[in-house]
């Protein structure tokens, strides 16, 4: 006959081994899980941020939105991060403010197959660039070869405003073509101003967006 806890008491350190084994094995997996979840989700935060715009220090006035700290020292990491993963130099804070739109001053997506007018007034500045950007960032080819304008060779009227008109078709005056199809944005960069740190400036003194008619 066999010893019942003799043959009892050899099996417990097996049955309890196997149970030690089993909450190791879960364990184990919940951290490994855990830690390719959290580095999934820091990277594609990462990618999500350095594709967009910086999320902190925005200035916003109508459709115009700038970075008063994009070219400066105060800049925080995701500035610097966007502007190394682009190649891109923004203006020093000496140097100007650049602001771009991506919305009419109705709030809008600017669209190609629009029509648009903007004018007709513009902040204190030695010189200001207006720019009109392609859906994937790119200047707009047009049949001109123009993508934008500069204070220096615009036409003004006796009051000294102006207008831009920006469409697919030709227009007379300031015209800038716009691509066939595809969202735009507008980059108005402004050299040697007195905002260039984003202060004393306000939406009485910027160009407005209006949307004509759209085409398909």
Do not use: H
């Amino acid at each position: 006959m066999t010893n019942a806890p003799g043959a009892a008491s050899m099996r417990a350190p097996v049955t309890a081994l196997r149970s030690v084994t089993n909450r190791i094995v879960p364990t184990a997996f919940l951290v490994v899980y855990a830690l390719l979840l959290a580095l999934g989700l820091g990277l594609g935060s990462t990618y999500w941020v350095l594709k967009g715009e910086p999320p902190l220090g925005s200035l916003r006035i109508g459709p115009w939105k700038a970075w008063p700290d994009l070219g400066s020292a105060d800049a925080d990491p995701y500035m610097r991060a966007i502007l190394a993963q682009r190649g891109e130099v923004p203006l020093a804070t000496g140097e100007g403010l650049g602001f771009t739109a991506v919305t009419d001053s109705e709030g809008r997506p600017l669209d190609s197959t629009c029509t648009y007018r903007i004018g007709s007034v513009i902040p204190t500045a030695r010189l200001w660039t207006l720019t009109v950007y392609d859906q994937n960032g790119g200047l707009v080819r047009s049949e001109l070869g123009r993508a934008s304008f500069t204070s220096a060779e615009i036409l003004r009227d006796a009051q000294d405003q102006f207008t831009i008109a920006l469409s697919r078709s030709l227009q007379d005056g300031n015209w800038l073509q716009l691509p066939v199809s595809g969202k735009i944005s507008i980059m108005l960069r402004l050299y040697d101003t007195p905002g260039a740190a984003g202060t004393g400036l306000d939406e009485s003194v910027f160009p407005t967006i209006q949307r004509g008619e759209c085409g398909a």
